[in-house]
């Protein structure tokens, strides 16, 4: 069996031209255009790599993004500060701090003071017990992107098999209650788990978000699984590699998500889905 590609690059250009059109219907009903409120502490390459391709993509969005930038020895009181001023401000539909912060910071407490309407990260408590309760909230980013790359396989989840390899929660923990939805029967796994090979085989979907490069084997992959790699891992020779052995996996499954090029850019894309969500509950509130 050879695998079909899942292309994130193009679903998540589809997610984002239709955050586009919704985004000007919001400027036409409303009078002004959705308001992503990005908050960058210190100066990680990395943070500031991703936070200026956000602020990018909103624009090409027609999402007004707005990028705060504060200093690596910015207290946590100035933080919850400014996140109270963004939680009042009626044009800002929603918050996100680029993760992680400085030392010094607590990201529980930075992320638990944002307004639960607007947090396009998903991470707070209120939309984490809305998810698990099966109740609409704002979900995290990139398990909302891999549910829309299962959906473009076509197959029907209902009934499936899945194996979630990682716990964390801000990927782990919410695929698994998003797959619990759409009625799969889920395994949560992680880099303890003894049995992890005869888990992944009896699989239909598989889910790899535990940082481990390569650590899912071609030859675990059940026939005509779904596997989507959540991984982004720098090797020694600088060049990236997934959870999944990506070669190994496409000879035996239906659909692979490659690393890069696959989930990746549909976190992106989610996020601009979130804040355009998130701008439309709001005035229906």
Known sequence: MSGRLLDGRAVAKAVRAEVATDAARFLAEHGRPVGLDVVLVGEDPASQVYVRNKEKAAAQAGIRGRVHRLAADTSQAALLSLLAELNADDAVDGILVQLPVPQGLDELTTTDAIDPAKDVDGLHPLNAGRLVAGRPGLRPCTPRGCMR????????????????IGRSNLVGKPIGQMLLAASCTVTMAHSRTVDLA?????????????GRPHLVRGDWVKPGAIVIDVGINRLDDGSLAGDVDFDGAMERAAWVSPV????????????????????????AA
């Not at 076509?154 to 979630?164: F, Q």
Request: hydrophobic letters at 55%.
């Open 149 to 164: 790359l299962l959906e473009e396989t076509g197959v029907a989840l209902s009934g499936k098999r899945a194996i979630v």
């Open 198 to 210: 005869d888990r992944v085989r009896e699989s239909d979907v598989v889910i790899a978000a535990v």
């Open 260 to 283: 890069p090029r696959g989930v990746g850019p549909m976190t992106i894309a989610m996020l601009l889905r979130n804040a355009v969500d998130a701008a439309f509950a709001r005035r």
